[in-house]
């Protein structure tokens, strides 16, 4: 069954600690991004790769951080810095040429609460 | 820069009758438009993009550069049309698709 996973679906975590989402993909695509998605703010990119061991920030990559050392995982770990971590976090990958760019492939979501 | 403003939040119309959801963006580069859906309990999903001028589930969208709107519209609604609509812009620049997403308009249609 072809598309991406993210683990875990729910994560508790408490303020000052460093927790990592987990993002796979089996599309073979070449890249991958990191969305965070909140009430009546739509989706804000964090972070993208467009290659095995390189990656760009997005529009709000403070506080946040990912690796990028296989093609099929793209890893997000939220960090103690980041000032609002509660939120509704989605992984999705894409081609990077041809017709079907453009095309996002979403995962299910983490939903990631500070207490 | 680049910003994409759907002005609904939600959007309810009975079945059977149009439906027009908004987009309207600004960016000055060369765009490219889509509308994604997400169905109750189920994944984020491209509907449709500008390029493909395609009719997709009875969905089309135009891309009018003088208003800068991409307005999504179907005549006659139906129920499984229920589901949240995200407007996307596709940023000119790199071969990465990285996309400038609204805030969404929930569509619910009544019977």
């Known amino acids: 069954d072809g598309g991406i996973t993210q683990s875990p679906k729910y994560l508790f975590r408490k303020e000052g600690q460093n927790v990592t989402l987990s993002c796979e993909q089996n599309?073979?695509?070449?890249?991958m991004y990191w969305y965070r998605q909140d009430p009546g703010q739509g989706l804000r990119l964090i972070y993208y790769s467009q290659i095995v061991n390189d990656f760009q920030k997005g529009d709000i990559a403070e506080g946040y951080s990912v690796s990028r050392e296989k093609k099929e995982s793209f890893p997000l770990t939220v960090t103690s810095a980041q000032k609002n971590p509660t939120a509704f976090y989605l992984c999705a990958s894409s081609i990077l040429r041809g017709r079907g760019t453009g095309e996002l492939f979403f995962g299910e979501g983490s939903r990631l609460t500070v207490l | 820069a680049q910003r994409v403003t759907q002005p609904e939040k939600l959007l309810s119309v009975f079945k059977g009758a149009p439906v027009e959801l908004k987009c309207n963006y600004s960016y000055s580069g060369s765009p490219e438009l889509f509308w994604y859906v997400q169905y109750s309990r189920q994944r984020l999903q491209l509907l449709l993009r500008h390029i493909s001028r395609e009719s997709i589930k009875g969905f089309t969208a135009d891309l009018n550069k003088g208003e800068t709107s991409f307005h999504l519209k179907k005549p006659f609604a139906q129920e499984e049309d229920s589901a949240m609509y995200y407007c996307?812009?596709?940023?000119?620049?790199?071969?990465?698709?990285?996309?400038?997403f609204g805030t969404g308009t929930r569509l619910q249609v009544t019977l």
């Open positions: 599309l073979n695509h070449d890249a």
């Open positions: 996307a812009l596709k940023r000119d620049t790199g071969t990465a698709s990285k996309l400038t």
